[in-house]
């Protein structure tokens, strides 16, 4: 079949897929999180940035595809934030999560030390990503971003110490018991910390505003209540993201380390508990961000006076940030 049969007509600065659907929103992700972007070169990223250059002053070369242009605007997108025009640090993009703190947050058998080394190490990463991939139409203090990093770090460690604490010192269980619970704790730990990590690391985006553009992606005006939808949406996916990357591994490894295979190998329960973390984060991470369109869209009627009378536009668009 032909390629232009896979290929709809190149639209730059849109997404390849539908983004008011679900499946659209999820398919553009899943090319937005290849890991496969993370090798791209200095060099070829300068040629997809030139080809979309030359696109938009129609000077295409002739023989270039549809295909080619997609992947083109694939790669930068992974690449470059969207605001500033800047490369995103190659750990910090969304490409660039990794699993192994993951695992390390799952381990059985938790000691204190490890518990707070762990929620550290996944906050901090956390605090970078979140940072990396806000709505940068205003600029953001390099105190905000400590108050941001200091206060998810803080709470995710007391809640998940605080919580350990708490099963260990209740005589209601039995060990195998303690031991299942013990290993939920991280959700609701991350979850809360999640969530405090994107209000304190873009608070300020609520007292500034963020742009809002109207079809022609003009900027209609700085909203503060843009930026209150921005916000509530990223930590709903913060929190949606752990859900099913603590909540299933533990049920699955339940099951998985009474098999009699697993219990005359204890060996291998490491390493089949970090497949697992993987394969589940993997379908995670997409179906998560999935949950909105980076560039949401909001009613102008709904934003404040002063920029509802300033378009025609009924529906103005924001970037949420990821």
């Not at 295409?60 to 470059?80: D, S």
């Not at 939808?229 to 591994?249: D, S």
């Not at 909001?298 to 529906?315: F, N, Q, R």
Request: with cysteine; charged share 15%.
């Amino acid at each position: 079949m032909a390629e232009s049969a896979y290929c709809p007509v190149f639209q730059l600065g849109k997404p390849r897929y539908e983004q008011s659907t679900f499946l659209g929103r999820l398919r553009h992700f899943i090319d937005i999180i290849d890991p496969s972007t993370l090798f791209v070169t200095e060099s070829r990223l300068k040629e997809c940035v030139k080809l979309l250059d030359d696109f938009k002053q129609g000077n295409l070369p002739p023989g270039i595809t549809e295909h080619q242009l997609w992947e083109a605007q694939k790669v930068k997108q992974a690449i470059i934030h969207p605001d500033t025009g800047e490369k995103i640090f190659m750990p910090f993009r969304m490409s660039g999560k990794s699993i192994e703190r993951v695992v390390g947050l799952l381990l059985p058998n938790q000691t204190l030390a490890s518990t707070v080394f762990w929620q550290w190490l996944n906050q901090s990463h956390n605090a970078c990503v979140n940072y990396a991939n806000r709505n940068a139409t205003k600029p953001t203090p390099t105190s905000k971003f400590i108050q941001g990093y200091v206060g998810a770090v803080t709470s995710a460690v007391s809640i998940a110490v605080g919580l350990n604490v708490l099963v260990e010192k209740s005589s209601k269980y039995n060990p195998a018991t303690r031991l299942l619970i013990q290993r939920f704790i991280p959700f609701p730990a991350v979850a809360s910390a999640n969530i405090c990590n994107v209000a304190l690391m873009r608070h300020n985006e609520l007292s500034e505003g963020i742009d809002v553009l109207d079809s022609n992606g003009n900027v209609v005006g700085s909203s503060r209540i843009a930026a209150k939808h921005a916000l509530i949406e990223t930590a709903l996916t913060r929190v949606a993201l752990p859900l099913p990357i603590f909540v299933l591994p533990p049920i699955i490894m339940a099951f998985l380390e009474k098999l009699p295979l697993m219990q005359a190998h204890r060996r291998m329960l490491l390493p089949v508990h970090s497949l697992v973390c993987l394969a589940v984060f993997g379908l995670s991470l997409p179906l998560a961000i999935s949950l909105f369109p980076q560039m949401s869209e909001i009613e102008a009627s709904h934003l404040e006076p002063e920029i509802a009378m300033a378009t025609d536009c009924k529906v103005l668009t924001y970037n949420k940030g990821l």
